[in-house]
């Protein structure tokens, strides 16, 4: 594995180079083309993973329907708070787009912690941040469809957004149905929203993702 990658994340930039030279060695790399499976919910997490390159989303299975609730991007862990604990993973992790997936294991982690105290800070305050984010998805999925879609969109706008002169653009190419499973509402009812927000202008679709002209306009959608 090249040390490139592993600049990549955040988590490890304060590596000298023969740290970092150490730790890929040791590293499973990921390759994954779009739908690819990291990991599976239930099973138990034996190593930290962390996003190099791509997108991924933790899909929740329910009685009902599937649910995302998480998408990672590039330069952050996936799984990390299972991986911590060393319980199953409360979630499947599935590649959105092509995507590079560094797995370190337990020992060598854990190693470089007691090494580099700033790491396990960063672990901790990554891990508090999942679970805060956790408990905002759970109560935003209390309220009607169309808040639940725009929240899903202003969410992704702030982890992957990009600004420019046409608005906020989202540059990934999510099907209707992963924008359902955002949302926790069926496939049906999305398309019928995006068409509609479509039309109005509000969501437009492109081939690489979605741009919003007016953020504001959507966030008056949150109710």
């Not at 190099?52 to 799984?79: C, H």
């Not at 309220?143 to 608005?167: F, H, I, P």
């Not at 924008?179 to 929203?193: K, P, Q, S």
Request: charged share 20%; aromatic share 4%; proline share 4%.
């Amino acid at each position: 594995m090249t040390h490139a990658l592993l600049e990549r994340i955040v988590l490890f930039r304060c590596l000298n180079p023969a740290e970092a030279r150490a730790l890929s060695e040791v590293c499973r790399l990921q390759v994954c083309e779009r739908g690819d499976t990291v990991f599976v919910e239930g099973t138990r997490a034996k190593e930290m993973s962390f996003v190099a390159l791509g997108t991924v989303k933790i899909v929740k299975a329910t009685p009902t329907r599937d649910v995302i609730l998480r998408i990672v991007g590039a330069g952050s862990p996936v799984g990390i708070v299972a991986a911590w604990e060393g319980r199953p993973y409360p979630g499947t992790a599935v590649a959105v787009e092509p995507s590079t997936i560094v797995h370190v294991p337990e020992r060598e982690l854990f190693a470089l912690t007691d090494r580099h105290p700033e790491i396990l800070r960063q672990l901790l305050k990554m891990m508090m941040n999942r679970q805060v984010q956790l408990g905002q998805r759970v109560s935003e999925m209390t309220g009607s469809v169309e808040t639940r879609v725009a929240q899903a969109l202003l969410d992704l706008v702030a982890s992957a957004g990009k600004t420019g002169a046409l608005g906020a653009s989202i540059p990934l190419a999510l099907t209707r149905q992963e924008i359902a499973d955002l949302a926790g509402t069926t496939v049906e009812t999305a398309i019928r929203i995006m068409s509609r927000w479509g039309k109005e202008g509000l969501v437009l679709t492109e081939g690489d993702g979605f741009v919003i002209p007016n953020v504001e306009r959507l966030r008056a959608h949150l109710g």
